[in-house]
């Protein structure tokens, strides 16, 4: 079981808005600015998608948000397309021992329809 | 743009070492707004953290990997490396080195190699 808890697969059809949700503490998500998201095709590796909960990096598409409320970070993702098919992962540092110093989510599967 | 590259046994025996290499081109390891990082991805499964490498050489590992790993960086080869000791099939993943943004802490993973398997079987 990860420690940022992501819903395991959401849908959504071409044009329409899906968010994805990352849960995790006040040790973590809460507490710090430091959430990052990721989206990994079959066989690549993960490309960094948002950080520091809600910032863009040069070349991603404004399709592309995230938000953080209390404990829970959401992912946003606008005007669905097929290339958007992919799984992603949310990250945060934590300051807790017992976890060391990087969390990841469990990951997301988005199907568009 | 930044390039990591991974290399290293793709098959280990279990009980055994499993030793790999990040080299990195296009920039310097000794840069001090990064740490050096490796996450695995068991087959099917999500991304583990195992640790990463400040160019102190401060190191900071997965607690629940701590025992078995150690992370050391060779900055004449602008390279850093991996060992995870005692190995399981359990150990048997696709290995990620990255470059993480810091500010006292890790930000966000911003650079990544293509990934390597290793395969633990006798």
């Known amino acids: 079981q990860s420690a940022l808890t992501q819903p395991a697969s959401v849908s959504g059809s071409p044009g329409q808005s899906i968010t994805i949700s990352c849960t995790g503490t006040s040790s973590d998500v809460g507490g710090y600015n430091y959430v990052s998201w990721y989206q990994q095709h079959p066989g690549k590796a993960p490309k960094l998608m948002i950080y520091?909960?809600?910032n863009r990096p040069s070349g991603v598409s404004n399709r592309f948000s995230g938000s953080k409320s209390g404990n829970t970070a959401s992912l946003t993702i606008s005007g669905l397309q097929a290339e958007d098919e992919a799984d992603y992962y949310c990250n945060s540092y934590t300051n807790s021992d017992t976890l060391g110093g990087v969390l990841f989510g469990g990951g997301t599967k988005l199907t568009v329809l | 743009q930044l390039q990591l590259q991974e290399s290293g046994s793709g098959l280990v025996k279990p009980s055994q070492t499993l030793s790999l290499t990040c080299a990195v081109s296009d920039g310097s390891i000794s840069n001090g707004g990064y740490s050096w990082s490796w996450i695995r991805q068991p087959p099917g499964k999500g991304l583990e953290w195992i640790g990463y490498?400040?160019?102190?050489?401060?190191?900071y590992y997965n607690p629940s990997l701590k025992s078995r790993v150690t992370i050391s960086v060779d900055r004449s080869q602008n390279q850093f490396s991996l060992k995870l000791s005692s190995v399981t099939a359990a150990d048997t993943a696709v290995y990620f080195c990255a470059r993480a943004v810091v500010q006292g802490v890790p930000r966000a993973f911003d650079s990544w190699g293509q990934g390597t398997l290793v395969t633990v079987s006798s």
């Open positions: 520091d909960v809600s």
């Open positions: 490498i400040y160019h102190s050489g401060s190191t």
